[in-house]
DNA sequence: CGTGGGCCTGTCTA
DNA sequence: ATAGACAGGCCCA
């Protein structure tokens, strides 16, 4: 498929948005959806095998104005470096299923140990798939993980999150959620609704809004953001929250609401690309 | 409303 | 090599 947009894959699918692709032989591969697939770049050219071009555009979101989304939250020089060195870096659409478990495994783990965790557990419960002389396999589905013993999920390195990846897989199949429902509703209500599941608190639900429910001024506040924040942007905080911040090891709720709301402020109804950008940016720099 | 402490375990750094 | 810090936090008291 020939690009008329701006689009980088590797950028795409190494800024910490997604954890189950695999880098093969230049080839990057996955399975969205139970759709096993390929993909690689080489300059305008996207070439890819599995899947059609709808799927491809869809999932990594080419038809969002990036030119426009990037113009919109470049609202001072710390973030125009960021957007400078991430051209056609875009937020993918991700399996609103498979992030929801994602990012209840991300809680306080680092990139590469959520990575293995996923991994495993794809293998153990996923559908294994042969393609293009590959074993891929296919995130679990509900049931599986809704049925997995706590032991078989613990075996996965889950640790305390066996018991959260089981209870919301438990709700998801007893039809508690409507994702399609949930994208079309406003960011706040569809976060409201997240936050129901267990293992999901408001960071996890900021993470699934933006990734798959497709609510670009989601502004999820790790740690990473909540580092730039106080680093680069304490200033425009009020200042006894930034000093309050500043004195404590971790942000209650509410501090949490007020960074969130700062950012969706500041950088306007496409936080959530800047939040990305400013995240994989501090992340690679040094 | 805010706060403190506990929690599983893989990675990385000193 | 081995310890210790730190991880894209959440839950409960």
Known sequence: ????VP????????CGQVFRWRKIDGWRYSVIAGNPLKIRQCGA????????????????????????????????????????????LRLVRQD??????????????????IEQMLLKLSVKFG????????????FPAPEKLAHANLKDLRDCSLGYRAKY????????????VDFECLKKLPYLGARTALVEFPGIGLKVADCVSLFSLEKMEAFPVDVWVRR????????????????????????SNGQYERLNAWGREYFGRYAGYAQEYLFHFERTRR
């Open 228 to 251: 730039i924040i106080m680093n680069h942007y304490a200033n425009l905080l009020p200042e006894d929250l930034a000093k309050k911040i500043a004195s404590q090891a971790t942000l």
């Open 96 to 113: 609103p299923w498979e992030c929801l478990i994602s990012y209840i495994c991300a809680t306080f783990k680092s990139i590469p140990a």
């Open 165 to 176: 990846v089981q209870g919301t897989a438990r709700q998801v199949l007893e039809g508690q």
């Open 1 to 4: 498929m020939r690009l008329d």
């Open 7 to 14: 689009f980088d894959l590797d950028f795409t699918l190494c």
């Open 45 to 88: 050219e996207l070439e890819f095998k599995g899947v059609d071009d709808k799927f491809v555009t869809h999932y990594f979101g080419l038809n969002d104005d990036l030119a426009q989304i990037r113009c919109c939250v470049d609202r001072d020089a710390y973030i125009h470096k960021a957007l400078r060195s991430f051209e056609g």
């Open 127 to 138: 559908e294994k798939q042969v393609f293009e002389g590959q074993d891929l396999y296919a």
